[in-house]
C-alpha cells in the first residue's frame, strides 16, 4: 500500500504562486506515472499535470505556462510549482500515481484558494 502526503496548499492571491508537494512512502522511481488532479465545488475532478516515468510531462490547457511539475527521486516526492494563480484555480489538488498501470493511489487532498 502506497502512502501519499500532500502539503504545500493555502490561500494566495490572484498572481501569486505555490508549490505543492506530494511525499510518497516508497521510492517514486517505482512508478509509471505521477499526477496532479483539482476538484473545484460543483465540478468535476480534471487532471492538471503528469509525469512519467521517462520524464515526459503533460499538462491540461489552462495551465500551460503556468504550472510545472517536477519530481525529486532522492526525496520521494513529486511537486506541483503554480505559477501566476488564478482564482479559477481554486481547488482542492490531489496527487496520486500509477504503479503497474492497473494500481493507483491518492493522496488526501490540500486546499488551494486563490482570491482576486
Given at each position: 500500500q502506497?502512502?501519499?502526503?500532500?502539503?504545500?496548499?493555502?490561500?494566495?492571491?490572484?498572481?501569486?504562486?505555490?508549490?505543492?508537494s506530494?511525499?510518497?512512502?516508497e521510492?517514486?522511481?517505482?512508478?509509471?506515472?505521477?499526477?496532479?488532479?483539482?476538484?473545484?465545488?460543483?465540478?468535476q475532478?480534471?487532471?492538471?499535470?503528469?509525469?512519467?516515468?521517462?520524464?515526459r510531462?503533460?499538462?491540461?490547457?489552462?495551465?500551460?505556462?503556468?504550472?510545472?511539475?517536477?519530481?525529486?527521486?532522492?526525496?520521494?516526492?513529486?511537486?506541483?510549482?503554480?505559477?501566476?494563480?488564478?482564482?479559477?484555480?481554486?481547488?482542492?489538488?490531489?496527487?496520486?500515481?500509477?504503479?503497474?498501470?492497473?494500481?493507483?493511489?491518492?493522496?488526501?487532498?490540500?486546499?488551494?484558494?486563490?482570491?482576486?
Amino acid at each position: 500500500q502506497v502512502q501519499l502526503v500532500e502539503s504545500g496548499g493555502g490561500l494566495v492571491q490572484a498572481g501569486g504562486s505555490l508549490r505543492l508537494s506530494c511525499a510518497a512512502s516508497e521510492s517514486i522511481l517505482r512508478f509509471d506515472a505521477m499526477e496532479w488532479y483539482r476538484q473545484a465545488p460543483g465540478k468535476q475532478r480534471e487532471l492538471v499535470a503528469s509525469i512519467a516515468s521517462d520524464g515526459r510531462t503533460n499538462y491540461v490547457d489552462s495551465v500551460k505556462g503556468r504550472f510545472a511539475i517536477s519530481r525529486d527521486s532522492a526525496k520521494n516526492t513529486f511537486y506541483l510549482q503554480m505559477s501566476s494563480l488564478e482564482p479559477e484555480d481554486t481547488a482542492v489538488y490531489y496527487c496520486k500515481v500509477d504503479l503497474r498501470v492497473v494500481l493507483h493511489y491518492w493522496g488526501q487532498g490540500t486546499q488551494v484558494t486563490v482570491s482576486s
